[in-house]
């Protein structure tokens, strides 16, 4: 049952913790005269389109870590801003790992995945990248990180069937 009156916080925000590049949800439950509406806001700066009583932070970067959300409620006989409820990011310390690499049905493309999301600057250079074989070296001359960046396309000179790369990230 709501009460009727001025805006009310019954459940406030609260202290989240997420890893490097996740998502954290953060709820708050008004009371009192609906209708309601909602306005979160990061470190008091209103965020744009961030008006539902749930609000998600997608893709958590350390630049996140320590910010402050809080809500603006509106309800029909007034407002209330609630706490601050503080976002702490830890730190990616795990090093990405190739997961797999498969070479195009051409033999002239290697396609890498990744273990999470690689920086297009430098998944995209292709001198972070050597192939070889017992015959000799492989020339890569191409990188190309996916939408996703969990993979990377690698051009080639022409790879030889049956023959078994290394490949140096």
């Known amino acids: ?13 609260q202290n989240q913790t997420v890893p490097e ?8 439950l008004a009371d009192g005269t609906p209708p309601y509406s909602f306005q979160w806001r990061k470190n008091a700066t209103d965020i744009p389109d961030a008006t539902n009583v749930l609000y998600t932070v997608t893709g ?3 630049a996140d870590n320590n910010a402050n959300y809080s809500v603006i409620i ?8 609630s706490q601050n409820a503080t976002l702490t ?4 310390t795990a090093l990405p790992t190739v997961l797999s690499a498969k070479a195009s049905p051409s033999r002239t493309e290697v396609v890498l995945t990744s273990s999470e999301p690689i920086d297009p600057a430098t998944g995209n250079v292709v001198a972070n990248y050597q192939a070889s074989s017992a015959a ?3 020339n890569v001359t191409g990188a190309a990180t996916s939408a996703s960046g969990t993979q990377v396309t690698l051009t080639t000179a022409q790879q030889t069937q049956g023959t078994k790369y290394t490949l140096l990230v």
């Open 136 to 138: 000799g070296p492989l």
């Open 89 to 92: 990011v830890t730190p990616d």
């Open 74 to 81: 509106t309800g029909a006989q007034g407002n209330i801003t």
């Open 1 to 13: 049952d709501r009460s009727s009156g001025a805006a009310s916080i019954v459940t406030q925000p």
């Open 21 to 28: 590049r996740g998502s954290v949800t953060f709820r708050v």
């Open 60 to 62: 958590a970067t350390m």
